[in-house]
């Protein structure tokens, strides 16, 4: 029992700083949007190509007679891959920063849909689904580093920005699967690898100015704001921010992952219309990350969270027993209001643990990336024993898990 405890203690002791202890920032010279803009950018390429799985479900579903239960382990695949490897890369990067890390890992990306192109079996769909979660294990951690360095202080915007560009990746991605994929088949899945070449380019160039400016002693120019909380309460604090994190991705999931087949189900629409739904579901989500990280740095990341999570509670309960005109118009606010969350949540676990940008930046997004895998693998098994549309009902009320923002701390109106 002593030694399980004490085994305890050292593990939270190296994720934990056993004081407070003062929190960087950023450097004083400015936000530097050119980098900000540059690792935006390969965002977009890096979820476009992702999405580009999950948007062919119903083509490979075709394809490979596929259950609903193998699509989601498909998910799975790709999400848990990442989920592992994220926190472990953040933990690395931070002791041993690898500023041309992100373009290498890019390269797992480009073989992966390669692979997904070409594969004439369902295990080789895994295994080039895997390779794609293997890049998203690099790029993530690192880029949002990058952000997070380029702020010139402003953590919430530049952490908006960055992944804006992923939600607009993910939002591009489907729209480019239902004009291109489906009409010209599985392998037309391979013209879309240029933008893992492309991405490759801009990141060695990204990784050159991440060199540079750790060569350069940017950290004389941090500035620095002290985190006053016993190591108990950041404890709990992480606690509350993972599973709001459960919440929202699980609740995301069921409509990134079916509702597609949601739409195909209950409304009868064709397979275009339904990714152009989703494609406009995608780019709600887009837009409320956008606003979340710059008004959590203006009136506080608490009440970003807040109003997110548990604010759409009503829309979430509503959407299960509307037309199609309500569908469209409740998921378009769902999706922007919930997405607010994150950005405002990434910020507000790195000013809990300072000193661990990758680390924090790796689990939270290693846990999005490996509880919605899971969670696509648990719905798609709901799915085929209840029907989709039980799933909508079901998740429904995870919203109510955002009273628990309750105990979250406030750090103040502006602690960027």
């Not at 399980?4 to 936000?31: N, R």
């Amino acid at each position: 029992m002593s030694e399980t405890c004490s085994d305890e203690a050292v593990l939270t002791a190296a994720v934990i700083p056993a004081a407070p202890q003062p929190k960087a920032q950023s450097h004083l010279g400015g936000t530097v949007f050119p980098i900000i803009a540059a690792v935006s950018f390969c965002h977009l390429l890096n979820d476009m190509m992702q999405s580009m799985l999950a948007a062919i479900y119903p083509m490979l579903k075709s394809n490979f007679s596929l259950s609903f239960g193998q699509i989601g382990l498909l998910t799975f695949t790709f999400q848990i891959t990442a989920s592992f490897l994220q926190p472990l890369v953040g933990i690395f990067t931070d002791k041993r920063p690898q500023p041309y890390s992100l373009a290498f890992g890019m390269a797992f990306t480009f073989v992966g849909l390669i692979g997904l192109a070409l594969a004439p079996s369902y295990w080789l769909l895994l295994l080039s689904a895997g390779l794609v979660g293997v890049g998203s294990s690099v790029f993530h951690p690192e880029s949002s580093r990058v952000a997070r360095m380029a702020s010139g202080g402003r953590l919430g915007l530049a952490q908006s920005l960055f992944q804006v560009g992923g939600n607009f990746g993910s939002a591009i991605g489907p729209l480019l699967a239902a004009f291109i994929v489906v009409p010209r088949g599985q392998s037309s899945v391979a013209m879309f690898s240029g933008a893992a070449l492309v991405a490759m380019l801009v990141l060695w160039r990204v990784g050159k100015w991440y060199a540079s400016h750790r060569k350069d002693g940017a950290r004389k120019t941090m500035i620095y704001v002290p985190v006053d909380l016993p190591r108990r309460k950041v404890l709990l604090t992480l606690g509350v921010l993972v599973t709001l994190m459960f919440s929202k991705f699980v609740y995301m999931v069921s409509l990134s992952s079916y509702y597609t087949f949601y739409l195909i189900h209950k409304f009868g629409l064709q397979i275009p219309q339904a990714q152009i739904l989703l494609f406009v579901f995608l780019g709600s989500v887009a837009a409320g990350t956008v606003l979340g990280g710059p008004i959590g740095d203006r009136i506080g990341r608490k009440y970003v969270i807040w109003c997110s999570i548990l604010g759409v509670l009503p829309f979430t309960l509503s959407l299960p027993y509307v037309d199609l005109t309500w569908t469209v118009v409740l998921s378009v606010v769902i999706g922007f209001v919930l997405a607010s969350a994150f950005p405002a949540i990434v910020v507000f676990g790195q000013e809990l643990v300072p000193g661990r940008v990758g680390l924090i930046a790796g689990m939270f997004f290693g846990f999005s990336f490996g509880i919605s895998g899971s969670a696509a693998a648990l719905l798609g098994m709901v799915a085929d024993a209840k029907g989709i549309e039980f799933v909508y009902r079901l998740c429904s009320f995870l919203p109510l898990l955002g009273l628990l923002t309750v105990f979250l701390p406030n750090l103040g109106k502006r602690s960027a």
